[in-house]
């Protein structure tokens, strides 16, 4: 390392290293040496069970089918919120980062209630014979709902700083506005969209507390994989708990990789 | 108070090619002394490790021949003009000012007498209560080399202080600069790859290419006996020929003359002077240049066959 | 009768490029164009909108009494006291921590930088359950310091330290990040100039660094409590959810709406949700201070 002559080196890296080892590194360790004490076929049954198993396909499936939903609505809101002005605009601009601030629980809350088979929005859409709270479509919904910003709050920026030189250059060249759109400004935008992706699911995959309250929560039809290790652990099935949440983690430090890696391709490169 | 480098190496990757290598050279008191070269030449590393912003690799600095290499920035008494100014965007012209009066615990009142006289002395007396913000580029400029000023540095250091600015500004400020040296006669160490403002402000020239020293010496030496092409070339865009004759262009007379070998294969008016260029019997090509006044006299076209003439004086050799 | 090319007339009376920018910063026709901001406020209005005024509908659904009697029950009281002393220990840690971190990491170069910028952040990738679990299989009773913990008498878990801890893990995050590429895009510049010009370490710092990330460490502040009051999973797996002690406001929510108070669970989460305006209202107006 060189040596810098601004001041605090040691006393930033004190103060981080000391917070990271005590409040991060210790705790996750921890999990990481209870692994040890499991033995592989006990992990492989806790981890391969039936109901284990439906709840990785209700996690992993719910968290995928959010994360494409907001790709598509996130890209939208990204586009009207930077390309239009329309009255209300800067409320909406506000309102996009209302799922980071809101506590998961309210959300859950609310959501359930609305589409409840009395609530607002269940009682019309039962008839139909669409049910939606305490199914697979609600956790669908919840998990749209926390995962929101991502997109937005990814693409936007890009989309901002986009050089209009570009479109106007495919303008000139005869390009109709949908090709200029899909050959030179989604192209330029898709490494962001793909990073608002993996951060909306990864953080779908991880949500608990909105899917407590509209799931249901029934084994084997609506039960997420971090019920299931709050169920283990109740039930002092420490094994059974850390097993599963051991296979969280590597999905998502694998997601963590792939985000580091989307957004390194993301970013400009500078000579 | 003169700044002397002695064999200063710096490198930037431990291993890899230093952006300063081997330098040395003193900057004599009380005179402006330019450190010159093309981008990347290593000058603004150079002039960072003076301030103590970098440390070197090997050799020293010595300020009043005293090493500098122990004593810490706060304490080394220079006073930096940074590149992009730096200012203090969050403060106003007054407490930009005040700074480094303040941060040594100077008195309140002190500090305000000297913020007001330096506030006249950049004429920027009505605009004290602004941010940076509210700035021209030239108004910037001045309260930056007034922020370095305030402490009363040993040394002043500028890293390359005209350098975003509009050429009219640049000249204003060229001048007030000079101006400015005169009354406080500090040691100066400037920073800048236009040979034109090395010229017009300093009284030393230190050339640089490659991170190493090609020339120290007066503006008149670098440009009448530069040491080598590179320098030659770099300084006054000189013509260097075949032989190894160094000729500036404004140095080539041309006489009209049908029988010559040599011809005008260009031509362009700039303002009030004519640039030319003419192909040698050799088939080297040379640059010109001359009034517009003499251009009409002989009535000089493209394509006319001219006699060449390189006057003595300036021209001269050198050992490659 | 007119040629095609008449229509071109204007071209040459206005400024080329001006035109051709102003005809692509509108190209999409009228229709598309209403078609798309429609397509995206009604999503904005179902997704987000509705919940909004929901909560507050039905807080209020059956009467202002009933309101006010659910926010001042004994138990609605010990868990909005619980979750501000969290709060009040966990913001000023993480403002502490997320600045000296966002500061190592955008002042310096050196080995194993990277890994710590990751680990800085990893805590926004682990789901808050295995957070939660983290630190039962590490402090509870059966954990790998529970008998240590035990025998100086120490309670960590299913108590409000283990929530402070697990609130610290989750929120970890959020100032540096907020702090972090603000100082980076800002260059080292001003900070040498302090030092030139004599300010010491500590004066740089104050004088010259803080003043200028000042609004990006506020967003910091805000999001950081506005999830530390709000943290469900993690704080649910250790709080062991005993009624009046470690109930913090979320995990009161859920008590009541599994008694079916919904009333009770929605004057409760009313008063989260107005935390949550009240963070959106702090972030918007910074970054209308900042542009």
Redesign the interface.
Known sequence: ?????????G???G??GL??TL??????S??L??TFTLTWPGFWSAVSEPRAVASYRLSFGAAFASAVINGF?GL??A???V??R?P?R?I????????????????G???T??YAKNG??GQHLEPLGIFVAFTPVGVVIAL??VG?PFVVRTVQPVLESLD?SL??AA??LGAS?WQ?FRRVIFPSLFPALLTGITLSF?RA?????SI??ISGNMPMRTEIT??L??TR?EQYD?AG??AL?IV??AV??A??FTI?VLQRWSQPRHA | MSVEVQNLTRRFTSGGTPAVRGVSFVAPGGAITSLLGPSGAGKSTLLRTIAGLESPDEGRVLIEGKDCSNIRIQERGVGLVFQGYALFEHMTVRENLAFGLDVRGHPKAQTKARVDELLELIQLRELGARKPSQLSGGQRQRVAFARALAPRPRVLLLDEPFGALDTQVRMELREWLVRLHEKTQLTTVLVTHDQEEAFEVSDHVVVLFGGQVAQVGTPDETYDRPVNRQVAEFIGGANVLASGTVVRPHDVQLKKSSESPSKITALRRVGGYVKLTVQLASGERINAEMSQTEAIAQALSEGDRVEVLFPAPSANEFIT | MRSPLSLEVPLQSRHLSALVRHRLAFDESVWVRRALIGLALSFVGLFLVLPLVTVFARALGEGPARYFHALTSREALAAIRLTLFTAAIVVPVNLVVGVAAAWLIAKFRFPGRSLLLTLVDLPFSVSPVIAGLAFVLLLGRSGLLGPWLQSIDVQVIFSTPGIVLATLFVTFPFVAREVLPLMQSQGNDQEEAALTLGASGFQTFFRVTLPRVKWALLSGVVLCNARAMGEFGAVSVVSGHIRGVTNTVPLHVEILYNEYDSTGAFAVASLLTLLAVVTLLVKKFVEWRTE
Do not use: Q
């Open positions: 390392m060189k040596k810098s002559v601004l001041p605090g080196f006393l930033s890296l103060v981080t917070a990271l409040v991060v590194l210790l705790p996750l921890g999990l040496l209870e609505f939208l809101l586009w009207v919120l390309r239009y329309f209300g800067a909406v601009d506000a309102l996009v980062d209302l799922p980071f601030a809101l506590p998961t629980a309210v959300a809350l609310t959501l209630a609305l607002l929005l749209t709902f929101l209009p479109e106007e303008a000139v506005r200029t990864a995959v991880g949500e608990y507390g407590v309250f971090p019920l290790i709050v652990l420490y708990a850390t949440a969280m983690l998502s430090f997601l963590l580091n």
